[in-house]
């Protein structure tokens, strides 16, 4: 409030938002990890990756219809998903790195 912004914007939209995003970059950090635990990289194992951290959040806010004072939106799926991809990156990202180590 003491920096002009409306509070009530900033508590339910950002940090909520933020929250999704977050939970769901570590969500795409374990399912790669999980799919791909020996670093293929392969298109059947991608592709699985992206299935399943597709179907999640879909899912997740599917279910969010049925629940009374909720409501499921697209943009919430679309914010899932970007931080599952993030997380997806990060995760090749810090095996190249760690590869890269042992090699040299």
Not at 48 to 58: D, H, K, M, N, Q
């Amino acid at each position: 409030h003491g920096v002009g912004l409306p509070y009530e914007w900033v508590t339910n939209f950002v940090v909520r938002k933020c929250a999704h995003f977050t939970e769901y970059m570590v969500l795409g950090i374990l399912a790669t990890h999980a799919f791909d635990f020996e670093g293929r990289r392969t298109f059947d194992v991608l592709l699985s990756t992206a299935v399943f951290l597709l179907l999640i959040p879909s899912i997740d806010e599917t279910i969010q219809l049925f629940v009374p004072g909720r409501a499921g939106m697209i943009t919430d799926v679309m914010i899932d998903c970007c931080g599952a991809a993030t997380g997806v990156v990060l995760r090749y990202l810090l095996r190249l790195l760690i590869c890269a180590k042992k090699a040299a």
